[in-house]
């Protein structure tokens, strides 16, 4: 069965810590991994992974994919309260089929 | 730029009743997604269409969801009769180019009472 698998399922830090959100996937005919922010509304896109030891990067945020330990990294550095969020990790796969994780809950103390 | 948008924003109605979720994608998309989001299942595919087109429905619960796409502008997921269990929040997302991400409409918080 395709399956996203993420961890922590939740994590409280402070201001200022880094944090690493861990997602691992096993699917059919894998063809990207994509992470999304999602407060209180709509999921919003974070970062698209395709290749292998290709780190993505944005501010703050940077991400990871490895391809044949089939898993992602999502790494959040200096966080601030306005990090807290659900973290979702989700695989795109065998044509247009899409999978989610669970998510990671994280919550930033200020 | 107008995103996905998503009517109604919420929806309380008595169960046995129909209900109608709207959807209009981003405009030049080309494929949408019905998503159904609780805390204990968390985000569920239901269903996608690619160029008005429905590609893969596996993941509709049962035969009381529908959905249509009539054109490029337009979708809606029909429930009928609702159920207590369909309380979710609905979201509706639209995609340009393959290998390009979603982006996801606000969601429809739907309840049945």
């Known amino acids: 069965e395709d399956k996203v698998v993420q961890s922590p399922l939740s994590l409280v830090v402070h201001e200022g810590d880094t944090v690493t959100l861990n997602c691992s996937y096993e699917v059919t005919n894998f063809r990207s991994l994509l992470w999304y922010k999602q407060e209180k509304k709509a999921p919003t896109f974070l970062f698209m992974l395709t290749s292998s030891g290709i780190e993505k990067k944005s501010g703050r945020l940077s991400s990871i994919l490895d391809k044949k330990e089939l898993f992602s990294i999502l790494n959040i550095t200096a966080t601030q309260t306005g990090d807290s969020a659900v973290y979702l990790c989700?695989?795109?796969?065998?044509?247009?089929?899409?999978?989610f994780g669970p998510g990671t809950r994280l919550s930033v103390l200020p | 730029d107008a995103g996905v948008i998503q009517s109604p924003r919420h929806e309380v109605t008595e169960m046995g009743q129909e209900v109608t979720l709207r959807c209009k994608p981003i405009?030049?998309?080309?494929?949408l997604f019905w998503y159904r989001q609780t805390m204990m299942r968390g985000l569920e595919l239901l269903i996608y269409f690619n160029n008005n087109v429905p590609i893969d429905d596996s993941g509709m619960p049962e035969d009381r969801f529908s959905a249509k796409m009539p054109n490029a502008s337009f979708s809606t997921l029909k429930i009928q009769p609702s159920e207590p269990r369909d309380s979710a929040v609905y979201f509706c997302?639209?995609?340009?180019?393959?290998?390009?991400?979603?982006?996801f409409g606000d969601g429809t918080r739907l309840s049945i009472l």
């Open positions: 989700a695989v795109l796969y065998y044509g247009q089929n899409f999978v």
């Open positions: 405009s030049g998309h080309n494929s």
């Open positions: 997302a639209s995609r340009g180019q393959d290998h390009q991400p979603q982006h």
